[in-house]
């Protein structure tokens, strides 16, 4: 057998394919609706246009071609394509959010879109919505086709728009009459966006060249929508190393062929070679991959979104911003080889942004696929008590692990350090921080908090296109842009941890507690809630079932993240009972839900409230973040990797305070790792820098590595029964700082 790469078809074969799969459909869809409703008659009409006429299309020249087939069309052009060719208001509203992101950052002169092939023009009137027409200089649609045009013609005419310029001419050697005169060297066209028509063109590389001639080499975008198919990808075959913007989607061998033969016959080309120059001669911004639905679950023709710049706009800004972060190599090349002396990756991994370059470039890895989400929505660590240890200055350098970035963030409004280092190897934990901080940024504070306040947020999806895309990476954009469903209902309640608070609420929705829950919430004083406490929860949180459950280390893993080496440090300094009876006992006594304990609000309430939520939440604090172009936030440097590569990675001395949360404690003792993380904190740290932790043991094992390494310990907190919490969440049986003296 050959392999499908390589098939060929006879003519004969190919021939006999198309009538064959052209008939089935038309008779499949068409019959049934023409009999059920005269309202899709344009839509048989297109099918007779698309699928049979072309047989009797003279093989002239592409114009002719065009006109031929277009002509009989035109008029019921825009009433067929809208479940045909979808994507397109979505590759407009990502257009017209970078755009106005690069025109913040460095003003335009003046503004000029050219639309190609363009057709009737319904793309410049959707663009209005989300870039007023009269907001742009001058707009061009160019397009072949005169029957098409002359539907544009009339469209413009009836709104008045005089600055469009309709120009009936070959994509692949376009000139704008302004070319003449305005265009001076280094100048260029803002924006150029070509929608279900580089599938259609004959020289698509002479069209793309000639776009790349045209565009701003420093500030524009270009934007595309259309069907494509891909290649069978070769890195699932050979050693995984995928480009960060290559093609995610899996195909089977049926339907990648189906509808490039397909599309074959209307001169549509689905071939991948057309995509494939597109990225190698721009580089990706934005790219998201979907099937549209033209007709529900039979026929879903793959198509993707894709916003880019020419390379050669931000190289220099990419390198300039590993040096700012002081990372000599990042992890794109520490996973690969640590020796290489220069930061060399191949152009094509470079993630090409307009906004702040808060996410660090990497590879994705095989590592990354076990990470379908994030597995903490939040931080489960009070940085309050942080706060009053680490002795955070505007200087310091900081490292600590991503999670939900919600002390981060709480540091980040407290001191405002220079440089904050967030790591994770969960890709979307780093995903959820970009939203955190891009949404910081672009949005207002009502509708922040209602996404990650409230946790529901009712258009979360145009937010995203509109606000907050530019504002982060490609791989963040596809990953929100696949859940744009998380904020729908209740935010808090998706991810792993949201399992632990899901399963909480039906514990005590079963033992008919719920309204107490809500009473806890709201207890006015702490007499009442501890009232509440003895009387009506405490029984239901520690009965045998319950403790039974946190008992069993597939619950502990999966719904509360607790790994098994850190479930046996706990047991072995006590039972699971008396661990969850010190941790909760004393809180209900100590700190109110109501006005600032916030972490048990969220358990039990599955979202916070104005008075009780994490300090990025706050007015106040939300304010601190975005003040002077949100200096604070632009601290932030997120890394896609392990704490031992990313220690490796980073120079002598580039650190003042390092967080390592309860992550020592995940590791089997005198593991060799440990060693190694110490030995490279202690290279790290400048003298007078510290290291903390958490542990779920009072005295965690590697405390000793640390003294043997040369660190000064100390112990910040220690837990030694059900009186007294020792911060916030009293979640951990101590807290830990070790400082470098010399
Ligand atoms: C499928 S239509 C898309 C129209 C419109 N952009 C949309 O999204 O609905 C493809 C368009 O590309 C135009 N086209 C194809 N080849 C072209 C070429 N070489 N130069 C200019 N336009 C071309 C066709 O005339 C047609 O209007
Ligand atoms: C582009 O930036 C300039 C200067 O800040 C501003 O006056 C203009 O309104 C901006 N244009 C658009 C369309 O946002
Ligand atoms: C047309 O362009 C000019 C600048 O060339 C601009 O001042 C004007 O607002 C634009 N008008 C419309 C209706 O688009
Ligand atoms: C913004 O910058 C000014 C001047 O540099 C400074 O005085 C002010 O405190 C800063 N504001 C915040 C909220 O950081």
Redesign the pocket.
């Known amino acids: 057998m050959k392999p499908p790469g390589q098939l060929q078809f006879s003519l004969f074969e190919y021939m006999t394919l198309h009538i064959a799969v052209r008939a089935a459909l038309l008779g499949a869809c068409g019959v049934p609706v023409w009999v059920l409703s005269r309202r899709f008659r344009p839509q048989l009409r297109f099918m007779w246009y698309a699928m049979l006429q072309p047989w009797r299309a003279a093989k002239t020249g592409q114009k002719e071609r065009l006109d031929d087939f277009y002509n009989g069309q035109a008029e019921i052009y825009d009433a067929t394509r809208d479940r045909l060719t979808q994507g397109r208001e979505s590759m407009l509203s990502l257009c017209a959010s970078h755009l106005r992101v690069l025109n913040a950052s460095s003003p335009k002169r003046r503004l000029v879109w050219v639309d190609i092939g363009g057709g009737t023009g319904s793309n410049i009137e959707l663009m209005d919505k989300y870039f007023p027409?009269?907001s742009?200089?001058?707009v061009y649609l160019i397009d072949l086709c005169e029957p098409l045009l002359e539907v544009a013609r009339r469209r413009f005419a009836t709104r008045?728009?005089?600055?469009v310029t309709i120009l009936c001419q070959d994509a692949q050697s376009f000139e704008l009459p302004e070319w003449s005169d305005v265009i001076q060297v280094g100048e260029g066209v803002d924006l150029i966006t070509l929608s279900y028509s580089l599938s259609m063109m004959d020289g698509f590389h002479c069209v793309l060249d000639r776009v790349h001639q045209s565009l701003s080499p420093q500030n524009s975008i270009l934007g595309v929508v259309d069907f494509y198919t891909n290649e069978e990808p070769h890195y699932r075959r050979k050693n995984f190393e995928k480009p960060a913007d290559g093609s995610k989607q899996e195909f089977t061998w049926f339907s990648r062929w189906f509808w490039r033969i397909f599309f074959d016959l209307d001169h549509v080309c689905l071939s991948p070679h057309r995509r494939s120059y597109l990225q190698h001669k721009f580089g990706t911004v934005k790219c998201y991959e979907e099937r549209n639905t033209y007709i529900p679950f039979l026929v879903q023709i793959p198509y993707y979104v894709w916003i880019g710049r020419p390379r050669s706009c931000d190289v220099s800004k990419i390198s300039q911003s590993l040096k700012d972060s002081e990372v000599k190599g990042t992890n794109l090349v520490s996973n690969k080889a640590t020796s290489l002396g220069t930061f060399a990756p191949p152009l094509n991994h470079y993630y090409y942004h307009v906004g702040t370059p808060w996410r660090m470039p990497y590879y994705d890895n095989q590592v990354h696929e076990q990470f379908r989400t994030y597995i903490y929505s939040f931080t489960w660590e009070d940085p309050e008590e942080d706060m009053r240890h680490l002795d955070l200055t505007a200087d310091d350098s900081v490292l600590a692990i991503t999670s939900g970035g919600d002390s981060v963030l709480h540091y980040a409004i407290s001191a405002g350090p220079a440089r904050i280092h967030c790591v994770d190897m969960n890709p979307c934990q780093g995903h959820l921080v970009e939203l955190k901080l891009a949404a910081i940024h672009a949005l207002e504070y009502d509708e922040f908090f209602a996404m990650f306040g409230e946790g529901r947020h009712p258009d979360f999806r145009n937010l995203l296109d509109t606000k907050i895309a530019p504002h982060i990476s490609a791989a963040a954009y596809e990953f929100w842009r696949t859940n744009d469903d998380a904020f729908s209902s209740a935010f808090y309640l998706r991810g792993y941890s949201g399992w632990a608070i899901y399963l909480m609420g039906l514990v005590f929705k079963l033992a008919g507690a719920s309204q107490h829950v809500k009473d806890l919430c709201n207890a006015e004083n702490l007499q009442e809630q501890e009232r509440i406490w003895w009387t009506h929860l405490r029984p239901v949180m520690l009965n045998p079932v319950v403790v039974a459950l946190l008992k069993h280390p597939t619950f502990c893993w999966n719904a509360l993240g607790v790994p098994l080496n850190q479930r046996k440090m706990l047991l072995d300094d006590g039972g699971v009972y008396e661990y969850v009876r010190d941790s909760l006992d004393p809180l209900a006594s100590t700190y109110l839900l109501k006005t600032g304990a916030y972490f048990y609000l969220l358990g039990l309430l599955g979202h916070y409230t104005h008075e009780s939520c994490p300090a990025y939440l706050t007015r106040s604090g939300f304010a601190q973040l975005k003040a002077n172009s949100s200096k604070a936030i632009n601290a932030f440097r997120l890394h896609t990797d392990s704490l031992l590569n990313v220690f490796q990675s980073l120079p002598d001395k580039s650190l003042t305070r390092v967080i390592v949360m309860d992550h020592l404690d995940w590791f089997a003792p005198g593991s060799a790792d440990v060693d190694a993380e110490i030995e490279n904190l202690f290279r790290l740290l400048d003298v007078g820098g510290s290291v903390f932790w958490r542990s779920a043991a009072r005295t965690p094992w590697y405390n000793a590595n640390f003294a043997a390494a040369g660190f000064q310990l100390t112990a910040l907190g220690v837990r030694t029964g059900p009186e007294i919490a020792i911060d916030r969440v009293n979640m951990y049986a101590s807290f830990f700082k070790a400082t470098k003296i010399k």
């Open positions: 027409i009269s742009f200089d001058a008045g728009w005089e600055n």
